[in-house]
């Protein structure tokens, strides 16, 4: 069966102290793995895509490699902003035409 | 701002009514998804349009459908309401609706059933 775990379901950090969050899947066929952000109450904002083991991709604080079993959001130094949810989601041979299949994502609190 | 809408932003009824929730796409885009929220299922996906027709279904229940229009807006019907479809619904959408397409979302409307 195809699925996607987040771990941890919590983070806690404090201001200027980096991390990684982690994202395993199992999937068949793999075509693409995504990470959102989602803010409480709001849809989740769309932060990369990674198409193959050894990709890599950064934005700002923000940087996501991908393995043939895993996937890591790596985030440098944060900031009390980077507060949010993180989703993972993948996209592979599914039946379900090009439905994303999605982490329950880890919950990152940065405080000042 | 994704450029997804979505209406209404909440929305409150009692269990065995009906509800529709609407969605306009990002300007371009063809293919229109919507998924549901909830504490403890996460985000899952119900359906998928592209140009007009539909093109995947996940868990939708029967007592849900969908439809996508001519201008490419797209609503989603809910009947027979039940407390246990109170939930985030979100819309996105999509250029084309093929794989690896990236898929940006709306701000979603928060349905209540009491």
């Known amino acids: 069966e195809d699925q996607v775990t987040q771990s941890p379901e919590a983070l806690r950090l404090q201001e200027g102290e980096s991390s990684s969050l982690n994202c395993s899947y199992t999937?068949?066929?793999?075509?693409?793995l995504f990470w959102y952000r989602q803010d409480p109450g709001k849809g989740p904002e769309f932060l990369f895509t990674?198409?193959?083991a050894g990709e890599e991709k950064e934005k700002e604080r923000l940087k996501a490699t991908l393995t043939k079993k895993e996937s890591f959001l790596h985030i440098t130094a944060p900031k009390p902003e980077d507060s949010a949810t993180y989703l993972c989601?993948?996209?592979?041979?599914?039946?379900?035409?090009?439905?994303?299949?999605f982490g329950k994502g880890t919950t990152l609190s940065v405080s000042s | 701002d994704s450029g997804v809408t979505q209406t209404p932003k909440h929305l409150i009824t009692a269990t065995g009514q009906r509800v529709t929730l609407r969605c306009s796409p990002r300007?371009?885009?063809?293919?229109v998804y919507w998924y549901q929220q909830s504490l403890d299922q996460g985000l899952q996906f119900l359906i998928q349009?592209?140009?007009?027709?539909?093109?995947a279904k996940g868990n939708i229940l029967e007592r849900f459908s969908a439809q996508q229009f001519p201008d490419l807006h797209s609503e989603l019907n809910l009947s027979s309401l039940e407390l246990g479809d109170s939930a985030l619904y979100f819309c996105?959408?999509?250029?084309?609706?093929?794989?690896?397409?990236?898929?940006?979302f709306g701000p979603g409307t928060r349905l209540t059933v009491l």
């Open positions: 989601a993948v996209q592979g041979d599914f039946q379900a035409g090009t439905a994303l299949i």
């Open positions: 996105a959408s999509s250029v084309r609706g093929f794989l690896t397409d990236t898929q940006y």
């Open positions: 990674l198409y193959s």
């Open positions: 349009y592209y140009n007009g027709e539909e093109r």
């Open positions: 300007s371009g885009d063809l293919s």
């Open positions: 999937v068949s066929g793999l075509r693409g």
